[in-house]
Nanobody, 126 residues
């Protein structure tokens, strides 16, 4: 059983930066796929980035070159560094976790198929 809590959201000027954090409580065994999803009002949910326990990561096109996903396994924390934010980046950001290897991690992000979800942290852009 794992619980996820996001933090770091808030208001940011266009072109500015935010760093979102996702802290996990509970035991995490073996393979672990951690992702970030977002949803803007009136829009469908979309994947942002994912990373596995070994550090393998990938990004959706909207995030490439601007966002960086990272992790601190010892602290059971994932980070999403958001740079050069745009108005299109506004929305609710969710941290998600699934105990699968990388070959199933990216697919999970595309499908939104995760076992554990955080409550989300809101990002607004002015």
């Amino acid at each position: 059983h794992v619980q996820l809590v996001e933090s770091g959201g808030g208001s940011v000027q266009a072109g500015g930066s935010l760093r979102l954090s996702c802290g996990a409580s509970g035991s995490i065994y073996g393979d672990a796929c951690v992702g970030w999803l977002r949803q803007a009002p009136g829009k469908e949910r979309e994947g942002v980035a994912a990373i596995d326990e070994s550090g393998t990561s990938s990004y959706f096109d909207s995030a490439k070159g601007r966002f960086t996903i990272s992790q601190d396994n010892a602290k059971k924390t994932s980070f999403l560094q958001m740079d050069m934010v745009k108005s299109d980046d506004a929305g609710m950001y969710y941290c998600v976790l699934k105990n699968v290897a990388w070959d199933r991690c990216w697919g999970a992000l595309r499908d939104g198929d995760f076992e554990y979800w955080g409550q989300g942290t809101q990002v607004t852009v002015s």
